[in-house]
């Protein structure tokens, strides 16, 4: 895989969900270095917008039969406000699956 040198955005939602994955699979110590973490990263953690959340309820709406979770409809949302084409996911199914509105379909890593 090529290196990548793009900033790396996570929006804020998401920690809560990869912090639990991490607790489940993983361990909490997991879970608690991951967080530690995020204050010694350069990530930039990105706040939902008001707009943001009528987006994700249409997103989730369009894709209903999908089961598609709150989280990764906000991801698309962000990702189309940022324009933002490249996700890093291990849930490459759901991000197959949406059409956003700013590029024809999401470049997935890894």
Known sequence: MENIHDPIVLPVPAITEVAYLLARDISNEAAADFVASLAATELTLETPVQEDYLRSAEILRQYSDAK?????????????????TRLLTLDRRDFQLIRPRHCVSFELLP
């Open 68 to 84: 598609l979770d709150f989280v990764d409809a906000l991801i698309v949302v962000i990702a189309e406000r940022l324009n933002i």
